[in-house]
Structures are given as C-alpha cells and as structure tokens.
C-alpha cells in the first residue's frame, strides 16, 4: 500500500504556471499507476486530468489539458509532479493524486489510493 499527499496548490493568475507534487510513502512506488484528477467547484462528478502507466511508457491527458500539462514521475524521491502551463480559470479545481497497482486508467474508481487534494484557483 502508499500513502498520497498532495502540494503545490495556490492562486494563480489567468495564463500562469504551477506545478503541483504528490509525495507517496512507499517501497512499491515504481509498481504503481499514477494518475490526477480534478474537481471543479460546486461540482460533484470529478474529471480526468493526466495518467501514467508503472512503466512510464504510456502517458494520457484530458482533453481540456493537452499540451498545457505535463505528468512525470521522480521514482527515486517517490514524487510525482503535474506541470501546469497557460492557466485557465476553468482549471479552478481541487486537484488529487491517485495510485494503483496496475496499468493506468481514466475511470477514478480503478484507483484504490489517493491524496487529500490541493486547491487551484486561478484568477482572471
């Protein structure tokens, strides 16, 4: 099992850049799946974001991320980071960072570990 935190979370303004960590405890790091995902505010249904697989071969983005967001792995510090460029205020979110044994996936309930979640809120 790992255990998630998220960091990196703040107020942006339109057209920023931030990058967000999760920091995992664990001695099966580069076994797991690592994905983000996000919820908007007021919103109940989360949203896809970025995944990686235990690889490192196979990485996906959102629609509404691609090329604006980078996902990547540090597997000797057991940190993952999500790069975030050109900042949108529809990318106001609370954001969490989610693991799995296994290969990654775009549906939340495939992942068994998560973070607490960091907030992004970006101003226009």
């Known amino acids: 099992q790992v255990q998630l935190g998220e960091s990196g979370g703040e107020l942006v303004q339109l057209g920023g850049s931030l990058r967000l960590s999760c920091a995992a405890s664990?001695?099966?790091?580069?076994?797991?799946?690592m994905a983000w995902f996000r919820q908007a505010p007021g919103v109940l249904s989360g949203e896809f974001v970025a995944?990686?697989?235990?690889?490192?071969?196979?990485?996906n983005y959102g629609d509404s991320v691609k090329g604006r967001f980078t996902i990547s792995r540090d597997n000797a510090n057991n940190i993952m980071y999500l790069k975030m460029k050109r900042l949108k205020p529809e990318d106001t979110a609370v954001y969490f960072c989610?693991?799995?044994?296994?290969?990654?996936?775009?549906?939340?309930?495939?992942?068994?570990?998560w973070g607490q979640g960091t907030q992004v809120t970006v101003s226009s």
């Open positions: 995944s990686r697989d235990p690889s490192g071969v196979v990485k």
């Open positions: 989610a693991a799995n044994v296994g290969l990654a996936s775009f549906d939340a309930s495939d992942y068994g570990y």
């Open positions: 664990g001695r099966t790091f580069s076994n797991y799946a």
